[in-house]
Every structure is written in C-alpha cells, then in structure tokens.
DNA sequence: CGAGATTTTGAGAGCCTTCAAAGGCGGTGG
DNA sequence: CCACCGCCTTTGAAGGCTCTCAAAATCTCG
C-alpha cells in the first residue's frame, strides 16, 4: 500500500471544521456557529480504504470530513473508475443524499478518517433558520461545480500532460488551505493509478507524464515527495484557475 | 447555418418556467409560485449566435432561459471549446454569478432565445422569505451536478461511440421534458462540431461515430432528424443512467 | 443562383492504451 | 533482524483509437 502523508488533517481544531471553511469566506456570527456545529455533533471513523457510501446502495445521510483525505468516484460497467473529486477535511460529502433513495457515487477513505454523518433533516432545519448559511452553502456547491467544469474541460480538451500538471496543481493547493505554510513540496499521497482515475488515463501514462514534466524541470520528485519547480510554466501547460478567488459574496443575506 | 428546430419552448406557459420546472418535482404553494415569478418579470431577447455572458467578463445577474436553447462553453487557451451543458426553457443560468466577480463560462444562443434576467439580491430574498424553495433550488443544483458527473466519467472513460450515443439519448430525453409528446424521433439541433466540442472529439470523429451508430442500427437519421431505433442498446452503450428519476424529497422543510 | 456553413469521406500520423516484465519499497511473519 | 510478499513504480514494444489535413458533396440562406 502506498505510504500516506500521517495526520493530515490534525489542523482541523475542535468545533466545526465546515464552519471554519465558510468562514474563509465570511466572518459567522456565534448563531451560525452553533448550527454549523451541530453537524459535527457524531463522529465516525474509517479505515483507509473503506467506503463510506457505495454507488447504488440506499444513501440518507451526508458527511463533513473532519480529518484525512477521501474521493468520491463511480465505476463504469466495464469495470474502468472515474474519480470525480479528492475530498479535504471541511468538505461536505454525500450531498446527493438530498436529492437521490440510492447513491450516484461511491465515497472512500484514502487515508485513516474521522467523518461526522448527519441527516438531512439538520440540513432542512439549517435553512430554514439560518438563510444566509443556506446562501453560504449554495456558494460553497457552486465553487465545487466550478472546479468540476475545470475537470470536465480538461478531460474533453487538453493532453495528458496537462491533465496530470492540473492535478498537481490541484492537491497542492488544496492541501495548502490546511496548512499554510505548505509551498512548492508536499507529499500528493495519490497512487499513479489513482492519479490515472482522475484523469482519464492509464497508470502507465500518468507515469511517463511525470517523468515527462520531471524531463521538463517543472517537477522535481525525491522520497514521495513532489517540488513544483516551476510553478508559472506548471500552471500554463494545466490551464489553471485558482477557483477559490475572486470571489464577491456582497449579495449574501443578513447573518442571524 | 445549421436549421434550428424553429419554436423550441412555445410550450413555456405564460408565469415562471422555473416554477414549472420545480412543480415537476413537488407542489408548490401560491405563495412560492408568485416569489418565482417575481424572478422573470424581466424579458430580454436574443438572436441566435449571441453571448448571454462571456468568460472573465464581469457578471452580476442570473437568468431563467423561457425560450429557446442555449448552451454554457469554456474557451482553452489553444482555441479549442469545451461545452458544459445545454441549457433548456426553465433552467436557470448564470449561477455562477452569486460567487465570481467574472464569469467563468460562457453563456450562447443556440437559437432565438427569450431570458429572464434577475439580480443576485432577488436571490437573497428568496433563500430569506422561502427556505423550501432554497433548498429545492439545491436539489435542482445537485441534480444538474449528478449529469455533469456523468459527463465526466464518460469523457474520461468511455469511447467516442458511448459519448455520441450519450448526447443523443440526452438531447431526446431533456427536449422531452418539454414535450412529452416526443418519442423517438426528434430534432437534434445541434451541429456535428457542436457534438464534439460537447463530448471531447472532433467534428469529422463525430460524423464516423454517427454512421458507426447508424450502420449498427441503433439510430436512424433523416432531413434533419435522428431516431432512435434501439433505445436499449443505445443506453447500454452510452452507460446511461436518468437524473430526473429515482428523487427523495421528504426531507424538504414545510411550504410558505 | 451564389456564398458560406455543414456534412461526408479518405489517408496518414500521433497520442495513448494494452500487454508484459523487471525493479523498488514497505509491511508482516518467522 | 531478515526474508518474503504484495503493491506500486518504471520501462519497452506493439497496436488501435482518435486527430489532422484535405477535398468533395450537400445544405441553408440571402
């Protein structure tokens, strides 16, 4: 088994770890703050590997990720996985459970986790209390629809290498809004074949594009460890946005 | 240019289609349907061809699309275009707009269109003064994400012959919710090039994956018309699954 | 009827996959 | 503490799916 970055996640203080993400956006007040954390009230703890929600199976609940890392995917009938996304701690997981009786997509640890189901219920009362918090919400699902969309065109129109490039990119920084001082070396804690499941290739491929970008001197690879060592031209070959900027949230309700 | 299915969306009643979009899913009270009304008081035009919203301009509004059909893109930076999604009478459009300062896709005319347009603040009021309705506009985000993800474990996972099977049982199914007198002969509307910007491939790989379709018996196509002939075979080709089916809405708070 | 867009078909090239096998690394059990 | 085992990474060779380039045919619209 590949060697996992240990206690990822161990940033994620007590309280509300969803609540900390809305509040990257937007300073809560203690009302919010308290229906944030009633999300969080149970906690679950899974294996690397498990799954915490399989394709097709009846699904009712929906998770914040409170520690470690997870993906959610689906499986093709001929037996080929896509990973449709990497989940951090402050995700929220399984938010088809309001929508679907069974499951559209599997979620599973890749990692050691800690995740704290709740039931749909909480997600009504907290709409129905906390307006703004509904808003925030919508926000933080469209940010994700974004970067799905950045996925989507990266599959239907850019190569191999790119598409690697673009993952890179992406676990860094995702990983750098956990820790700061994260910079240009980070463990991705991915396999080539989970990295090839997110990207539409091949175990094989991705392995050649990372010697390829290795051959480039835009990465740098030693010890499981990645160094971007040229950021600019990595960006450029992925066509990358940073999704989490730019925003303008001057819309947004009133806080209770 | 390419003929247009002239008419497209004249079964749009005068009210709000988004009402009627979001009825289909769950009675809706007098008050909730005079609240989504308030969001097409506005009408405006457009030709087909035109841009609703172009990518990294500035956007602050949302739209209801009454008539007509659309489609959101994103441009690569080699020129090439990605389609995201084809947008029916009353899907609302432009979402991304309650979170970016710019817009990051965007937004055409496929044909002469009427649209709705509604501030980010009309918004605002809504999710405040009707919580069912926010959060049905989530179930409605959430199923519209579920199709993206489909599309993107077929671009990343499937065959060029699945992911043009896929586009035609979509087109047929979504202009079917608009008239369920359609069966399996329809007007596809699209051109060939906008197929493969919409699925990954080239125009001309397009036209051999259609003859493929057609020489297997799965498809017929005539003056300007496609009929599916093998509707199972089809689905099984192109892993489809129906977004619109199998929902659960108990959770939904009380109406206002 | 002419111009431009779209569809269709052919030939060749290239990117990525498949198949196969060797090497490395970590974990486990003796 | 060492050896073995399984998983992961790496590399090579060959094949196929899809793209590019090119040109003719068809269709739409003015």
């Given at each position: 088994m590949l060697w996992r970055p240990p206690g990822?996640?161990?940033?994620?203080?007590?309280?509300?770890c969803f609540a900390e993400r809305l509040s990257d956006m937007l300073p809560l007040t203690p009302g919010e703050h308290r229906a944030l954390e009633r999300l969080e009230e149970r906690e679950r703890h899974l294996r690397r590997g498990a799954a915490l929600q399989r394709e097709n199976d009846p699904c009712s609940d929906l998770f914040i990720l409170r520690k470690g890392l997870m993906m959610s995917s689906v499986l093709l009938d001929d037996g080929s996985r896509q990973i449709l996304r990497f989940l951090f701690p402050g995700d929220m997981m399984g938010v088809s459970s309001l929508v679907y009786r069974e499951a559209p997509e599997t979620i599973t640890a890749l990692t050691d986790v800690v995740v704290c189901p709740f039931e749909r219920t909480a997600m009504s009362a907290l709409i129905s209390d906390h307006p703004r918090l509904a808003a925030l919400i919508m926000v933080y699902n469209q940010i994700e629809r974004t970067a799905l969309t950045d996925r989507l065109a990266a599959l239907g129109r850019t190569s191999a290498k790119a598409r690697v490039a673009a993952i890179l990119l992406e676990m860094r920084n995702r990983m750098r809004m956990l820790d700061?001082?994260?910079?240009?070396?980070?463990?991705?804690?991915?396999?080539q074949e989970e990295i090839g499941d997110a990207t539409g290739l091949t175990a094989v491929h991705v392995n050649r594009m990372l010697r390829q970008l290795e051959d480039d001197g835009v990465i740098a690879r030693a010890a499981g460890q990645v160094t971007l060592t040229n950021e600019r031209a990595l960006a450029r070959a992925a066509n990358f946005?940073?999704?989490?900027?730019?925003?303008?949230?001057?819309?947004l309700p009133a806080g209770r």
């Open positions: 990822w996640g161990d940033v994620c203080v007590p309280g509300s700061k001082a994260l910079t240009k070396t980070f463990t991705l804690g991915l396999t946005v940073d999704r989490y900027a730019g925003l303008d949230l001057g819309w």
